[in-house]
């Protein structure tokens, strides 16, 4: 009890200590509290003093700028903002407007030293130059999409990537390449395919390639580019054949694991191509977009249809050459699978009947296109796609081939053939017809519109909005028979003119400035300008101003020398004064834009030609490769010619 009783005396004693201590501390509090009231006691009359001082200068200034009118307050304009502040993102998109759509230029040779594709080149050209914060922004406008005409623009490209600065950043740029009519020197082959590998390899985001041979020289496999009786210049196989090496894979292999999506192969196919691309098609997987060339017929053909099937998931276009004797269809049918195709146009070497592959792909068809080319318009059977409706319940627009062999009383030609159709989504349908210099008048009232008089009273067609007729003609001379682009008709007018539009009972006309034609679209029809001869549907005046402007007669067909390619680029035979192009020195400069005129505007397959007489072609044996700076120094030295400058065009 005597310890509990002591430790709660010593707890007192220690809690009146602590408690005396704060007693003296709150006491020192109080006094510096006193203190600084004191303070400011003494300072109030200060700052009201300065308050009416404040008040007085500022009735003061007042006063004295009404006095003084033209005295105004100091105000900092903001600075004022240039070209070179704009952020890159918008510098891109002011760039990208600068472009011509894709449509309306033709970066083939054959169409001469002054098309719109040239002048647009030379315009991308500048855009990096035009300041310093400009330079990526242009960079990745004129690197995006490349255009190879000529062998030395691989080398030449080649090595702008191959710099170790510069170069990986500049091939994450090229989103398309396009190969057209650019021969190789065999003494060259190796160097070109090894530059090619390397660009393919590097360009990382490519996601569109096109390929097109050039028509006057042969296409060589493996076998006979190592033949030591071949010589010259040639289309190689690299990008869809395999070489004797195990580890030469085709070129085109590496670009469809890392995601192409589109893929042009506009070339004559045979058994062995086809199988060379069903073989790269196995690691399509991401392609969207597919074009193939001409398939010459034989008898092992229909043995293509016995390769293991592929499925193709994503792919939704394509493009293919028809005929009754091919066998593409067989193959098609058993060896693709195509879940997502949206969009097919089949090129129609001769009438056939096209039901077993419409029926085969037709589910998920929005947009199918019957083109014809030769004899197939006059001997079109419409009985044969009158069906089309059944297979492909998802079609919203049709474009078919029409006999036309009578006419309305006002001129409009007309089929004695009504058209029957159960579509319930059918929404535009057009007609490609053989116009015998007729005009093509608007609709009569009195004998009711296109849709009334083509479309049978039984056919179902709920939602159909627009019928046109697509005027053509058959053209004189034997080169028509192989064309597929001419001056007036082309498989990419119907889906260019979109019938959306204009309303099928619209006035207004459009014009579309195309690489070898002008065309105008109406509600109810589309034509050129070579198929206005006699009455014209519209006056000289109404068309574009550029129709005259580039040099385009009234008469855009020319007569041709006769050739057996049905590919198309069939205007690749044209005199060699058309394959003359645009002045390519006027971007010269030190650095990669200098490398890349090199790489993607050059004079014609001519040019390429002088390389072998430069370096001696006689004297070279047949097994000799050149090295990568031979090659090199002859393209830059062959772009300091006046042919390559076209001087001798300018001054003639």
């Given at each position: 009890?005597d310890?509990?009783l002591?430790g709660?005396?010593?707890?007192v004693?220690?809690?009146?200590?602590?408690n005396?201590?704060?007693?003296?501390d709150?006491?020192?509090h109080?006094?510096h509290i006193?203190c600084?009231?004191?303070q400011?006691a003494?300072l109030?009359?200060?700052?009201a003093l300065l308050r009416?001082?404040?008040a007085a200068?500022k009735?003061a200034?007042?006063?004295?700028m009404?006095?003084g009118?033209?005295?105004?307050p100091?105000v900092?304009?903001?600075?004022?903002?240039?070209f070179e502040d704009?952020?890159?993102?918008?510098?891109q998109?002011?760039?990208?407007e600068?472009?011509?759509?894709y449509y309306?230029y033709d970066?083939?040779?054959?169409?001469?030293a002054?098309?719109?594709?040239l002048?647009?080149?030379?315009?991308?050209?500048?855009?990096?130059?035009?300041?310093k914060t400009?330079?990526?922004?242009?960079?990745?406008i004129l690197?995006?999409?490349i255009?190879?005409?000529?062998?030395?623009q691989i080398?030449?490209l080649?090595?702008?990537l191959?710099?170790?600065d510069?170069g990986?950043?500049?091939?994450l740029?090229?989103?398309?390449i396009?190969i057209?009519?650019?021969?190789?020197?065999l003494?060259?082959?190796?160097?070109?395919?090894?530059d090619?590998s390397f660009i393919?390899?590097?360009?990382?985001a490519?996601?569109s390639f096109?390929?097109r041979?050039h028509?006057?020289?042969?296409?060589?496999g493996?076998?006979?580019?190592h033949d030591?009786?071949?010589?010259g210049?040639?289309?190689?196989t690299?990008?869809?054949?395999?070489?004797?090496?195990?580890?030469l894979?085709?070129?085109?292999?590496?670009?469809?694991?890392s995601?192409?999506r589109s893929?042009d192969?506009?070339?004559?196919?045979?058994?062995?191509?086809i199988?060379?691309?069903?073989?790269?098609?196995?690691?399509?997987?991401r392609l969207?977009?597919l074009?193939?060339g001409?398939?010459?017929?034989?008898?092992?053909?229909?043995s293509l249809?016995?390769l293991?099937?592929?499925?193709l998931?994503r792919?939704?276009?394509?493009?293919i050459y028809?005929?009754?004797h091919?066998?593409?269809?067989?193959?098609?049918?058993?060896s693709w699978?195509?879940?997502?195709?949206?969009?097919?146009?089949i090129m129609?070497r001769?009438?056939?009947?096209?039901?077993d592959?419409?029926?085969?792909?037709g589910?998920?068809?929005?947009?199918?296109?019957?083109?014809?080319i030769?004899d197939?318009?006059?001997?079109?059977?419409w009985e044969s796609?009158e069906?089309v409706g059944?297979?492909?319940?998802?079609?919203?627009h049709?474009i078919?081939?029409?006999?036309?062999f009578a006419?309305?009383p006002n001129g409009?030609?007309i089929?004695s053939?009504?058209?029957?159709?159960?579509s319930?989504?059918?929404?535009?349908l057009?007609?490609?017809?053989?116009?015998?210099?007729?005009t093509l008048?608007?609709?009569?009232p009195e004998?009711g519109?296109?849709r009334e008089?083509?479309i049978s009273?039984?056919?179902?067609?709920?939602s159909?909005?627009?019928?046109r007729?697509?005027?053509?003609?058959r053209l004189p001379?034997?080169?028509w028979?192989?064309?597929?682009r001419?001056?007036?008709?082309?498989p990419?007018?119907?889906?260019?003119c979109?019938?959306a539009?204009?309303?099928?009972?619209s006035d207004?006309?459009?014009y579309y400035?195309?690489?070898?034609a002008?065309v105008?679209?109406t509600g109810?029809?589309?034509?050129?300008r070579?198929?206005c001869?006699r009455?014209?549907?519209l006056d000289?005046?109404?068309w574009?101003?550029?129709?005259?402007?580039?040099?385009?007669?009234?008469?855009?067909?020319?007569p041709?020398?006769?050739?057996n390619?049905?590919?198309?680029?069939?205007d690749?035979?044209?005199?060699?004064e058309?394959?003359i192009?645009g002045?390519?020195?006027e971007a010269d400069r030190?650095?990669?834009?200098?490398?890349?005129e090199?790489?993607?505007?050059?004079?014609g397959?001519t040019d390429d030609?002088?390389?072998?007489?430069?370096l001696?072609?006689?004297?070279?044996?047949?097994?000799?490769q050149?090295?990568?700076d031979?090659?090199?120094?002859s393209?830059?030295s062959?772009?300091?010619?006046?042919?390559?400058r076209?001087?001798?065009?300018?001054?003639?």
């Open positions: 009890m310890e509990l002591d709660i005396l010593s707890r004693a220690q809690l009146r200590e602590e005396a201590k704060l007693k003296q709150v006491a020192i109080e006094t006193t600084l009231e004191g400011v003494e109030l009359p200060e700052i009416r001082e404040h200068m009735a200034m007042l006063a004295l009404r006095q009118e033209q005295w105004q100091e900092t304009a903001p600075p004022k903002r240039t704009l952020p890159p993102e918008l510098k998109r002011i760039f990208r600068t472009r011509l759509p309306q970066p083939a040779v054959s169409q001469g002054n098309n719109p594709w002048r647009e080149l030379r315009l991308r050209k500048a855009l990096p130059l035009i300041c400009s330079y990526w922004p242009g960079m990745e690197y995006e999409d255009v190879i005409r000529r062998m030395g080398s030449a080649a090595q702008t191959r710099s170790s510069l990986p950043k500049l091939a740029l090229v989103k398309t396009r057209d009519s650019c021969p190789v020197w003494p060259c082959s190796d160097v070109i395919r090894d090619l393919l390899s590097q360009c990382t490519l996601s096109s390929y041979p028509d006057n020289f042969p296409i060589v493996p076998y006979e580019e030591p009786q071949f010589s210049w040639y289309n190689p690299w990008l869809y054949q395999q070489s004797f090496s195990l580890q894979e085709p070129l085109l292999t590496h670009c469809l694991v995601g192409l893929l192969l506009a070339m004559p196919l045979d058994c062995a191509t199988r060379c691309i069903h073989e790269m098609l196995a690691s399509a997987e969207e977009s074009t193939l001409t398939l010459r017929a034989c008898p092992e053909c229909f249809a016995a293991p099937p592929h499925k998931p792919l939704r276009e394509l493009q028809y005929g009754s091919a066998g593409i269809d067989h193959y098609i049918r058993s699978q195509m879940p997502r195709l949206a969009r097919l146009t129609l001769e009438w056939a009947s096209v039901d592959l419409i029926q085969t792909v589910q998920s068809l929005t947009y199918l296109h019957l083109y014809p030769a197939a318009l006059r001997k079109s059977r796609i069906s059944v297979a492909c319940p998802r079609l919203e049709f078919a081939p029409l006999s036309m006419t309305w409009l030609p089929t053939v009504q058209i029957s159709l159960n319930p989504t059918l929404r535009y057009d007609l490609w017809c053989e116009v015998h210099e007729k008048p608007g609709p009569d004998h519109t296109l008089q083509l009273s039984p056919s179902q067609v709920p159909l909005r627009c019928v007729l697509l005027a053509t003609s001379g034997p080169q028979k192989h064309s597929t001419t001056s007036t008709r082309s990419d007018w119907p889906a260019i979109n019938p539009l204009l309303d099928e009972d207004q006309v459009l400035r195309l690489p070898r002008v105008a679209q109810f029809a589309l034509m050129s070579d198929r001869m009455r014209q549907i000289d005046e109404d574009p101003d550029a129709y005259a402007r580039d040099g385009m007669s009234p008469r855009l067909w020319r041709t020398r006769e050739s390619s049905e590919s198309e680029g069939d690749s035979d044209a005199d060699e058309d394959e192009e002045d390519s020195g030190s650095g990669d834009v200098a490398d890349l090199g790489a993607k505007d050059g004079a397959s030609e002088d390389l072998s007489d430069e001696g072609q006689d004297d070279l044996q047949l097994h000799i050149l090295t990568r031979d090659v090199l120094a393209f830059s062959s772009r300091d010619t006046e042919a390559y076209h001087v001798a065009v300018w001054e003639a």
